[in-house]
């Protein structure tokens, strides 16, 4: 029986000590005609319609109890005009708490006295509309939210500006390949390899500007992009 286990555990360290050369042998095989490798990229930028915000509401109170019905209370609230708003509550998200005791250190007695508890709530809230955003945070503040995290903007067209820029990050790859076969005297014969990772990049981009005195507070806010990129790599073969 020992020498069957003794057997196994070999086999098995002999298959993982050799399975990384194999791989790396593999890899490092070199293609034996003539080719191009390119990579293809893309950047599509579009205004951004849509915002995530982001917020929390701290409490402090003497009991764990009261800690979380100050935090509930200042989320009901919330919610509450955020629907009077015509908000849809399927583009609310509330359902967390964070609670935990305070303590003070005392320098006589060397010790961490426990003088309260803090309670904290996240609130994640989707906006379809932009104009809507700055009331949005007023309300929020009025409330008692006492802590804006995070404003992402955001696309509604986002997954139709991820296949644009999947076509573009081809193309592109296309061009380089018959632009550089050209430079060279060649052509073109078909592709060999394409290697591709859903890797697109999307980037919520913020431009702010500066609202003169007498301007729209609401619409500083509404100055943003959203940014989606890409990218493959294609190896072509030659004629």
Not at 88 to 109: F, V, W
Not at 128 to 139: K, M
Not at 189 to 204: A, L, S
């Amino acid at each position: 029986m020992k020498k069957t286990i003794l057997a196994a555990l070999l086999a098995s360290s002999f298959f993982a000590t050799t399975l990384p050369f194999a791989s790396q042998n593999v890899q490092a095989t070199e293609l034996s005609f003539a080719h191009i490798e390119t990579i293809g990229t893309s950047q599509v930028v579009i205004s951004a319609d849509m915002a995530e915000l982001i917020v929390e509401v701290n409490t402090q109170a003497d009991t764990p109890a009261n800690a979380k019905s100050a935090s509930d209370q200042a989320v009901a609230g919330f919610i509450a005009r955020l629907k009077q708003a015509g908000i849809n509550r399927d583009n609310i998200q509330s359902a967390n708490l964070s609670l935990h005791p305070r303590h003070q250190y005392d320098p006589e007695t060397r010790t961490n006295n426990e003088v309260g508890y803090n309670a904290s709530r996240k609130v994640v809230v989707t906006l379809d509309d932009l104009n809507i955003l700055n009331e949005v945070l007023d309300t929020a503040l009025e409330q008692g939210i006492n802590r804006i995290i995070d404003i992402s903007y955001k696309s509604s067209k986002e997954a139709e500006l991820i296949e644009q820029a999947r076509a573009l990050a081809i193309k592109d790859a296309q061009q380089k390949a018959k632009s550089l076969a050209k430079g060279f005297g060649e052509k073109i014969d078909g592709v060999w390899e394409i290697r591709y990772f859903d890797q697109h990049n999307v980037q919520p981009v913020m431009y702010k500007r500066n609202a003169a005195a007498q301007g729209d507070v609401g619409e500083s806010y509404q100055q943003a992009q959203t940014t989606i990129s890409d990218r493959v790599e294609v190896i072509f073969r030659l004629k």
